[in-house]
């Protein structure tokens, strides 16, 4: 009779386990969704990061930060790479600083190009994190429609996604460990 005991509890907890594990869908979303929690949080912080790292921000840049949770394998990312869509595009002006009546400024019409990247805001504003974290060359202007030539200098590296992402990615692991603890223990004591 004491045997049959052990084996019942044996049994209840090998149910437990496989309640746990991870070919269990219930559990893989719960993680998932863990892992999303902790994502968004490193991205809040890199996104801050590089707000800082700018003297300004009109078109919000700092938004381009972006996350994504993997399907096929439990994990996720961080990058400021390109979204697959682009987003609505915005209308944001420059500031002049011309009086009224004040003659200069630029009398050369805006290009059709160039008044496309005027209108990514947010989001859609990846390319310039990565300018200001990597630096650039040398930048010229007046190569599409030959009607005018410049120089626009060069950016200088800035490399906050590399030190700030490593940072927040960290702390998220940990926090990540951290949660699926508690989540493990919740599930035992059920």
Wanted: proline letters at 4%.
């Amino acid at each position: 009779m004491a045997d049959n005991i052990e084996i019942d509890g044996f049994v209840k907890q090998r149910e437990e386990l496989e309640r746990l594990m991870m070919s269990n869908p219930a559990m893989e979303k719960k993680v998932q969704g863990l892992i999303r929690k902790v994502l968004l949080a490193a991205r809040r912080e890199i996104g801050q990061q590089a707000k800082s790292s700018m003297k300004t921000d009109p078109r919000q840049a700092y938004k381009a930060v972006k996350t994504a949770v993997y399907r096929q394998i439990l994990g996720g990312s961080v990058s400021i790479l390109d979204k697959r869509r682009a987003g609505a595009p915005g209308n944001y002006e420059p500031p002049r600083k011309l009086r009224p009546g004040q003659r200069g400024g630029n009398r050369v019409p805006r290009g059709q190009r160039t008044q496309q990247v005027m209108s990514y805001q947010g989001a859609d504003r990846a390319f310039v994190l990565r300018f200001l974290s990597q630096g650039t060359g040398e930048r010229t202007a007046g190569t599409r429609g030959g009607g005018m030539s410049g120089n626009r200098g060069s950016i200088a590296a800035r490399n906050f996604f590399s030190s700030s992402s490593h940072r927040a990615m960290q702390q998220a692991a940990d926090q990540l460990t951290k949660l699926i603890d508690d989540m493990i223990k919740e599930e035992f004591n059920k």
